[in-house]
């Protein structure tokens, strides 16, 4: 079953512009990762943060974790043509290191 | 390139035929997940391996699926008497050893049942 709710579902922005996404979840998690994926391929792994983090950087990327509001955010900064894409998050919670993701959110950077 | 590979990419079949998918997972990697992807949705987790051994199904994996990685290297999803439900995104993950969760996903195999 999905984790939950990716906040918005669809983002369409300008090139050079900030894209920042949401993510909700139900249940206790070891940690949280975001995925890219581009239309019909695989996902591709962008960065994790776990349970006793708050903040995390990498590159562009900015991810945020707040467990008492079960939510995090990821924010891309100055967005390029090139990062439009779907983009997850998942947790690692439960067993097996198994991912329950979320929704995704689609974003469009605009050139 | 993640370094998993899956074959094929696309698949069309008729209801009611089998169909049968292969994940080739980094040579290192002992774990190995197979997860769908609906449209719209994002990819729901189907079963796990450890090695040779699955330990792990969902409750989505009904009787007509199997899956199978025999010598804990290769995997192969099968789909008996296929249904046009069973039509999704099929991909395929593994982890490394240790604590690591990062997943390194295959391109996937879309499954188109007409």
């Known amino acids: 079953s999905q984790q939950g709710e990716e906040d918005p579902q669809a983002l369409s922005i300008q090139e050079g512009e900030n894209a920042t996404m949401n993510c909700s979840y139900k249940t206790s998690i070891n940690n949280l990762q975001w995925y890219r994926q581009n239309s019909g391929r695989g996902l591709v792994h962008l960065i994790l943060i776990r349970s006793n983090e708050r903040e995390k950087h990498s590159g562009r990327l900015r991810v945020t974790l707040d467990t008492s509001k079960k939510s995090s955010s990821l924010l891309i900064t100055a967005s390029r043509a090139a990062d439009t894409a779907s983009y997850f998050c998942a947790t690692d919670g439960g067993s097996n290191y198994k991912l329950t993701f979320g929704k995704g959110t689609l974003l469009t950077v605009n050139p | 390139d993640t370094g998993v590979s899956q074959d094929p990419r696309h698949k069309i079949t008729k209801r009611g035929q089998n169909v049968t998918f292969r994940c080739d997972p980094i040579?290192?990697?002992?774990?190995l997940y197979w997860y769908r992807q609906t449209l719209g949705q994002g990819p729901e987790f189907l079963t796990y391996f450890q090695n040779e051994a699955q330990l792990e199904k969902s409750r989505l994996l009904s009787d007509r699926f199997s899956a199978e990685r025999p010598k804990g290297s290769f995997s192969t999803l099968e789909i008996q008497r296929t249904e046009q439900g069973d039509s999704a995104m099929y991909l395929c993950?593994?982890?490394?050893?240790?604590?690591?969760?990062?997943?390194?996903f295959g391109q996937g195999t879309r499954l188109t049942v007409v």
């Open positions: 993950a593994t982890l490394g050893g240790g604590r690591t969760t990062e997943a390194f």
């Open positions: 040579s290192e990697h002992n774990r």
